[in-house]
């Protein structure tokens, strides 16, 4: 089970990434990252 929740934070991650990374090519990460930052992740 420990497996399993590693397993989907790892997953969770590398998808947050891939997003974050997009919105950087579309040009709107900054204020994307800004507002990630002040909901407290």
Known sequence: ???F???L???H??????VLS???K???????IRA???SGQ
């Open 9 to 11: 934070y790892r997953t």
């Open 13 to 18: 991650v590398e998808l947050g990434i891939l």
């Open 1 to 3: 089970m420990f497996l």
């Open 26 to 32: 579309r040009g709107s990460a900054p204020s994307t």
């Open 36 to 38: 990630w930052r002040s």
């Open 22 to 24: 997009w919105l950087a």
């Open 5 to 7: 929740e590693v397993g």
